[in-house]
């Protein structure tokens, strides 16, 4: 299971923006008491349904069709 903090490093995104994924519900997470918590296969699902697309130099939307 991933920190916040953990997939906000792995995706090069703040961890505002990952809590506001979570929040609106296009990525799973589960509430330990006040922390929220990810699991791989459901941040594997998240970057696979094209929720979320890596801008790079040069490169648009890399990940859309991935």
């Not at 997939?7 to 609106?24: E, F, G, P």
């Amino acid at each position: 299971m991933l920190t916040l903090k953990e997939v906000a490093k792995r995706l090069n995104l703040h961890y505002n923006t990952i809590y506001s994924y979570i929040k609106s519900g296009d990525l799973k997470a589960i509430k330990f008491k006040r922390v929220y918590r990810v699991e791989e296969q459901e941040l594997d699902k998240f970057i696979k349904n094209n929720k979320f697309r890596i801008q790079l130099k040069g490169l648009k939307d890399y990940g859309k069709n991935n």
